[in-house]
């Protein structure tokens, strides 16, 4: 068994799919929409599993406490340290708030970057 994709529910679908693209490569791999206004991309990377970026007319975005139980993170491991920090350089000149920084889990650095007020952790 292996995890098919990962949703994540966002209030600007458009802008979080270009985040994926521009920053990790990642391409629409199917797309899918109802007459109520939800709609999702399911995003390929080069290996599984996917994320489902979804989206629907009454999406809020609240403010997320990070002690809250429940899914924290979602990390994106590149191919290179290169790769790493040409990723960090670009979300953090375009505006993302970089966290933890500097960080290193056994010996592999890795950073998150605050989309939405959700953690994109990226490691190498």
């Given at each position: 068994?292996?995890i098919s994709?990962?949703?994540?529910?966002?209030?600007?679908?458009?802008?979080a799919?270009?985040?994926f693209?521009?920053y990790?490569?990642?391409?629409?791999?199917?797309e899918?929409?109802?007459?109520?206004g939800?709609?999702?991309?399911?995003?390929?990377?080069?290996?599984?599993?996917k994320?489902?970026?979804?989206s629907?007319?009454?999406?809020?975005?609240?403010?997320?406490?990070?002690?809250?139980?429940?899914?924290?993170?979602?990390?994106?491991?590149v191919d290179?340290r290169e790769?790493?920090e040409?990723?960090?350089?670009?979300t953090?000149a375009?505006?993302?708030?970089?966290l933890y920084?500097p960080?290193?889990?056994?010996?592999q650095?890795f950073r998150?970057?605050?989309?939405?007020?959700?953690i994109?952790?990226?490691c190498?």
């Amino acid at each position: 068994m292996r995890i098919s994709n990962v949703g994540l529910m966002v209030k600007d679908l458009e802008g979080a799919r270009r985040f994926f693209e521009e920053y990790f490569g990642a391409t629409v791999h199917a797309e899918y929409s109802e007459d109520n206004g939800y709609k999702s991309y399911i995003m390929k990377f080069d290996e599984n599993p996917k994320i489902e970026l979804m989206s629907k007319p009454e999406v809020i975005d609240a403010v997320k406490d990070r002690n809250n139980a429940g899914y924290i993170h979602i990390c994106i491991k590149v191919d290179s340290r290169e790769k790493f920090e040409e990723i960090l350089a670009r979300t953090k000149a375009d505006g993302y708030e970089i966290l933890y920084e500097p960080a290193t889990v056994g010996g592999q650095e890795f950073r998150a970057i605050a989309f939405e007020d959700n953690i994109i952790e990226v490691c190498y």
